[in-house]
């Protein structure tokens, strides 16, 4: 079950229009459907990112999942 974030929705569609229709996964590279998107803070928001465009990008819900499960394991998160 995946929830909506407008956000991420018109997100995904400004990148999609740049991109010719493909919008490539910012961990792994592969392509994502809007269904498996998920909206990812290049920067982290508590080291001073902010949600504009430049600061976010699209990554598979299981990739964004990973990195951050990736990140706690070994207490280094960048
Ligand atoms: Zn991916």
């Known amino acids: 079950m995946s929830r909506l974030s407008p956000t991420r929705t018109k997100i995904y569609r400004t990148v999609a229009r740049q991109l010719h ?18 909206l990812e803070h290049i920067k982290p928001v ?26 706690t394991q070994a207490g280094v998160v960048r």
């Open 46 to 71: 508590s080291d001073g990112g902010g949600s504009h465009l430049e600061n976010l990008a699209i990554s598979h819900a299981a990739c964004n999942n990973r990195r951050h499960a990736k990140a």
């Open 21 to 38: 229709g493909v919008v490539p996964c910012w961990v792994c590279g592969e392509p994502v459907t809007a269904a498996d998107a998920t």
